[in-house]
């Protein structure tokens, strides 16, 4: 099955009546430190033409530096961050010929999270197999002041764009 899953990192984000993701604070990879604050996991999962009838099974994982699952919770009420849901593409006969149908998913995490500084990184399975570019990694700060943000990027104008 030759499906295209993103997973994206927001502050918040909702999806509106047409489908389409509205967030905020989009594409961040470094938070904290712990207890972080909330965040959303935003996961798109784009099945190929034809896909569309089909319901296929995904997991979305959060892993530490290990590739482990990472742990969270109270002595007796640990849990894994570990979702699984049956997702379907909308049917080929509602969007254009050659068009991908696809289907999003935004996890909500409330804040007080409880992370040890380090790497971590969501991961998604479709139908028990995974991709390389099926990740998104994220850093949780140990202080403050640790790699503290910093604009990556300027606004550029779109050459015949109205402005």
Do not use: C
Request: glycine share 10%.
């Amino acid at each position: 099955m030759t499906m295209n899953i993103r997973i994206l990192l927001a502050t918040a984000a909702n999806l509106d009546a047409a489908g389409q993701v509205n967030a905020l604070g989009l594409g961040w990879n470094i938070i904290g430190p712990s207890p972080l604050p909330g965040f959303v996991v935003i996961v798109t999962a784009e099945a190929p033409e034809g896909q569309g009838e089909e319901p296929f099974d995904v997991q979305v994982k959060l892993l530490d530096s290990t590739e482990s699952p990472v742990v969270i919770g109270d002595r007796g009420a640990e849990q894994t961050m570990d979702v699984h849901f049956q997702a379907q593409a909308a049917p080929s006969a509602t969007r254009p010929a050659g068009l991908p149908g696809g289907t999003t998913l935004i996890l909500q995490l409330g804040p007080g999270i409880l992370l040890e500084p380090g790497m971590y990184e969501w991961v998604a399975w479709v139908e028990g197999e995974t991709q390389p570019n099926w990740r998104r990694q994220f850093y949780v700060r140990a202080k403050p002041d640790e790699f503290p943000p910093r604009r990556a990027f300027e606004e550029l104008p779109v050459p015949g764009s109205p402005s």
